[in-house]
Structure formats: structure tokens, C-alpha cells
């Protein structure tokens, strides 16, 4: 029975079919459970996918197509014209749509909530988009504006370079009537004075002017108008420099050019860099102009001073003609240098005005814009010009009306485009509570579908437990498949491959240690033990028959040596050598 149990057991054919048994065992039940568990999810499952998923479909429709509407809402308020405004109108009424088939998608109850929202949120829309229209419509005007009230001031200031050409040729003519008299001190007084004094009141109302354009570029926005006040102060900056090239050339004012040299550096410097405000801008272009002004007042001081002393000195038969020179055209320099002043003061509130960034800005450029009109008309009436320059003067006085002037425009411009943030705002908020209730809805039918989930899961955490057992049994037959493999069949196999090599190389060393294997295994050393036990037999034969033969072979030698010796001798006797002996002993039995 021992034996029987021994070779059933011990038979690698059963090894092997029991390790593939037990792996197949592991396999289906990991399949059974698995259908287990499919079987009892798909119920769940079916009621998710049919029921719960649908509604949180439609609730997140319904929050995308929210955000396409704010989209298209923030397109009407970002659009740089009305044909932008526009097309952001159009996008919205497409989104608006999409938004309201998702709505009808979802219960009675649910569209009961939202369409008064989306009511609600259309009045909003439309508020927006007139509102942005009259901002356009505000802005077009207020551009043409500045560009007709840019183009008079050219004019003006086109006549008053004219007044002061007619004044400095007269200035000439007259002191070409008196230069015979006294040439040199009225050519001083023509030909570099007089026309320095021109300069330098040219150039302080170019100063003027750009200090109040660069204040005016650094607060403004629009594209249009930063354009406009680009070119002015480009075209003011040249003619600054050309002028300050002139005044060098005179050489009247050495002591003053410096400052006006660094002005003019320092308004080309901000032109360069796009006159964008920083800290102290603002502080840093008044210190500029009222030290270039103060530079120039000083310097039409000096020269007046000196145009005083060489009227002293110039003969009493000139002195007439020389106080005429000082009283009327001088005089005439000075009145169109302060005309001019006051119109680019003029101009520069005007375009602080048009820059405005609220009505509190608006109020005050329009007290500003006031201000420099009176004064501008106060001048006007007070000194000669001609009457087509008056009638210029009063066509850009019109552009500070309160009503209908820069700053009434602009004020237009800022309450459209305050109704037009306003009404967004309300958009936004009526976007966001449709967003909201949908994405209560929506937290709902997850809420719910978590609960299927939860329940899901319990049931598949369940079958991973039952499935990891499967797989720690599978892991541990896989692991111990090939480690008995080796203990009970590969490492026996290879024992049993040594001994046999040690049988075949002549080694008789004892086989033992494989009956606790059974099996063929056991058989097989069965077998060299007694293939072992044969050549053990065989060897000892073999060394009985080695030693019989060297036993022959002594005693062949010796009675060779026996005959040797006695033929040896008979030969010496035969010969007649009686006296011959043989002295060696043989061996026993030859004696």
C-alpha cells in the first residue's frame, strides 16, 4: 500500500496536472464572482444611465450655455465700434437660444424657474446694447469735434504767425528807414533783438502747448484722440527745435537756451516713450514749463532792457521812430504771443476734458475749459487782430459751450458707457442665478447618483474582497508551482543527472536519498543503484583477472630466467670451461 501511495503521489505527471487544476480552480472562481457581481450592478447601473445622468445632462447644458452668453456679453462690451457691438448682439441672441432649448429640455416644474430669469436677462441685454450704441454714437462726435476744433486752432495759429511776420517786416521796414542814422544800434535792435523776442514768444507758446497735450496723452484712452495729440505734439516739437535752433544762431539769449534746450529734450524724451503717466508725470511737466517760462519771461526782460537802453542811446532825431519800433510792434509780438498762449490754453483743457475719466474730472475740465475761453475772449477784445481771426477765435470759443461742447460730449460718452456697465452687471447677475439654480439642480441629480454610486460600490468592494482572496490563493499557487516544481522534480532530475555522470565517469560513490521522492524518480534510482551494484561486481572481476595475469607473467619470467642461466652454463661446460658456476639462487621451486 506504502508503494502504491509512493508511485501515485510521487508521479510527476500528477505534479504537474495538479498545479494546472489548481490554477484552473483559482480562474473560475474569479470568473464566478465576477458575473456575480456584474449581475447585481447592472440594475443600479440602468437606473443611472436612464434616469439621474439625463438631468445632469440638461444642468450642465444649461451652465454652458450660460458661459457662451457671458461671452458674448463681454464681446458687446470689449467691441471697439458699433458694427462690434453688433455682432456681440448677434452671438448673444444665438446663445440666448441654445440656452432656451436647454431649458425646455428639463421638467415643467424646473422651466417654471427659469423663464422669467431669461426674461429678465433679455430686457438687460437690449438696455446694454443701446447703451453701448449711444457710446459710439458719443464718441464718433466727440472725435469729429476735436478734429474741427484742431483744424480752427491751426487756422488761428496760422493767422497769428502771419500777424507776427507782418509785425517783425514792419519792425524791418522801419528800421530801414532810421539805419542810416544809426546802423548799428538799429541793426542790434532789428535784425536780432526784435526777431529773438519773436522767438522766444513762439517758443514759450510751443512749451505751452506741449505741456498741456502731454498731460492730456497720459490720461487718455482712446486710440483716436491719443493719435490727434500725437501728431500736435510731434508738429510742436519741431517747430521748437527749429526755433531754438534760430535763437542759437542769434545768440540774444546764451544764458537761457540751456533750460530750453533741456525742455525740448525732455517733452521729446516723453514723446519717444509714448507720453505714459508715471509717479511725479504731472509734478514733472509743470516744473518744466514754468521754469522754461520763467527762462523766457527773463530773457524778453533782458532784451526789453536792452531794446530800452539802446532807445536811449539812439539819437534824439530817432527817438521817435524807435519808441513807435517798442509801443506798436513789439507791443503787436507780445499781444499775438499772448493770444496764442491763451488759445493753447485753451486747447489744452479742451483735451483734458475730452480725456475725462469721470464727471468729477468733467466738472473740473469744464470750469478749466471756462476759464481759458473768458480769458481768451477778455484778450481778444483788449488787443488788435483782425477780423477773421476774431471770427476764428469765436468759432473754437463755441467748443467750451457747456451744453454742447467738448466736455458735454464727453459726459454723454461716460453716462453711456456707465449705463452700459451698469446694465452688464445686471446681465451677469441674472446669468449667475440662472448658473446657480441650475447647478443646484444639478448637485441634486449627483447627489442622487452618488448615492447609486455609493451603493455600487459597497457592492463592488464587496466582490474586490472576494476577488483579492482569489488572487492571493492564485499568487501563492503561482509562487509555489515552480518552487515545488524544483524541490520535488527539476533539483531530484538533476541529482539523479550527477550521479549518473559520476557512474559513467567511473565513480561508484553510494546512490541514496531519493526514495522519500517516489515515483519515477524513485524508480530511476532504483535503477542506478543497481547499474551502480553491476559495475561494482564487474570492477572486482576485472582486478581477480589482473592478478592471476601478473601472477603468470612473474612466473613466466622467472623460469625464462632459470633457462637463461642454464643454458648459459652448458654452453661454457660444452665449450670446456669446467671451472663454470652458477652462483645465482633461483627461486624455490627451481632449486
Excluded: C
Amino acid at each position: 500500500m506504502l508503494k502504491f501511495v509512493s508511485t501515485v503521489f510521487g508521479s510527476i505527471a500528477l505534479k504537474f496536472s495538479s498545479a494546472l487544476v489548481l490554477m484552473g480552480a483559482m480562474t473560475a472562481a474569479a470568473i464566478v464572482i465576477s458575473t456575480m457581481v456584474f449581475d447585481s450592478l447592472s440594475g443600479q447601473i440602468d437606473r443611472l444611465v436612464s434616469e439621474d445622468l439625463p438631468g445632469i445632462r440638461d444642468s450642465v447644458a444649461v451652465i454652458e450655455h450660460t458661459g457662451d452668453v457671458r461671452d458674448s456679453l463681454s464681446e458687446m462690451l470689449m467691441a471697439r465700434n458699433a458694427e462690434g457691438v453688433e455682432t456681440g448682439f448677434q452671438n448673444y441672441l444665438e446663445e440666448s437660444k441654445r440656452v432656451l432649448a436647454s431649458v425646455n429640455d428639463l421638467p415643467a416644474e424646473d422651466r417654471k424657474t427659469f423663464l422669467p430669469m431669461l426674461v429678465a436677462l433679455s430686457d438687460r441685454a437690449q438696455q446694454m446694447r443701446r447703451a453701448l450704441d449711444q457710446r459710439f454714437a458719443s464718441q464718433n462726435l466727440l472725435q469729429d469735434q476735436l478734429a474741427e476744433f484742431g483744424a480752427q486752432v491751426g487756422e488761428i495759429r496760422e493767422a497769428l504767425s502771419i500777424m507776427t511776420e507782418d509785425a517783425v517786416y514792419d519792425m524791418n521796414l522801419a528800421g530801414n528807414q532810421t539805419i542810416e542814422s544809426v546802423s548799428d544800434t538799429l541793426d542790434t535792435l532789428v535784425h536780432s533783438d526784435f526777431n529773438s523776442t519773436a522767438l522766444i514768444l513762439q517758443a514759450r507758446a510751443e512749451i505751452n502747448l506741449l505741456s498741456g497735450v502731454a498731460l492730456a496723452l497720459a490720461r487718455q484712452d482712446d486710440p483716436a484722440l491719443a493719435a490727434i495729440l500725437r501728431d500736435l505734439a510731434t508738429a510742436s516739437l519741431r517747430k521748437l527745435e527749429g526755433l531754438l535752433a534760430d535763437l542759437d544762431t542769434a545768440g540774444t539769449i546764451p544764458d537761457y537756451l540751456p533750460i530750453l534746450t533741456e525742455t525740448r529734450a525732455a517733452f521729446a524724451g516723453s514723446a519717444n516713450a509714448g507720453f505714459r503717466a508715471r509717479a511725479g508725470y504731472t509734478e514733472e511737466v509743470m516744473r518744466l514749463r514754468d521754469a522754461s517760462n520763467i527762462a523766457l519771461s527773463s530773457a524778453i526782460d533782458d532784451l526789453t532792457f536792452k531794446l530800452m537802453i539802446g532807445a536811449e542811446d539812439t539819437a534824439v532825431f530817432n527817438r521817435e521812430a524807435i519808441h513807435r519800433l517798442l509801443s506798436n510792434e513789439v507791443q503787436q509780438i507780445r499781444d499775438t504771443s499772448d493770444v496764442d498762449l491763451a488759445v493753447e490754453t485753451l486747447v489744452a483743457s479742451a483735451y483734458l476734458g475730452a480725456t475725462a475719466k469721470d464727471a468729477a474730472e468733467a466738472d473740473a475740465a469744464q470750469d478749466q475749459i471756462l476759464a481759458a475761453r473768458d480769458a481768451l475772449t477778455d484778450l481778444a477784445g483788449r488787443v488788435y487782430l483782425t477780423s477773421s481771426l476774431k471770427t476764428m477765435i469765436e468759432g473754437i470759443v463755441a467748443f467750451a459751450d457747456p451744453e454742447t461742447g467738448v466736455v458735454a460730449n464727453r459726459r454723454a460718452w461716460l453716462a453711456a458707457q456707465q449705463e452700459a456697465e451698469d446694465a452688464s452687471r445686471a446681465a451677469y447677475e441674472r446669468l449667475r442665478g440662472i448658473a446657480s439654480v441650475a447647478s443646484d439642480q444639478g448637485n441634486n441629480a449627483i447627489a442622487t447618483a452618488g448615492d447609486i454610486g455609493t451603493a455600487i460600490l459597497a457592492e463592488a468592494g464587496e466582490a474586490k474582497h472576494r476577488l483579492k482572496l482569489v488572487t492571493l490563493g492564485s499568487v501563492a499557487v503561482f509562487i509555489a508551482a515552480p518552487i515545488l516544481t524544483w524541490l520535488l522534480i527539476i533539483w531530484p532530475m538533476r541529482r539523479l543527472v550527477r550521479v549518473t555522470g559520476r557512474l559513467a565517469r567511473g565513480e561508484l560513490a553510494e546512490v541514496k536519498g531519493f526514495g522519500i521522492f517516489g515515483g519515477e524518480i524513485a524508480r530511476m534510482a532504483e535503477s542506478l543503484v543497481v547499474f551502480r551494484e553491476g559495475l561494482i561486481e564487474r570492477d572486482r572481476m576485472q582486478q581477480a583477472e589482473r592478478a592471476a595475469e601478473e601472477d603468470r607473467q612473474a612466473s613466466a619470467a622467472a623460469q625464462q630466467a632459470v633457462v637463461s642461466k642454464l643454458a648459459s652454463a652448458l654452453q661454457a661446460l660444452s665449450g670446456g670451461d669446467l671451472t663454470s658456476r652458477i652462483d645465482e639462487r633461483f627461486a624455490e621451486d627451481y632449486e
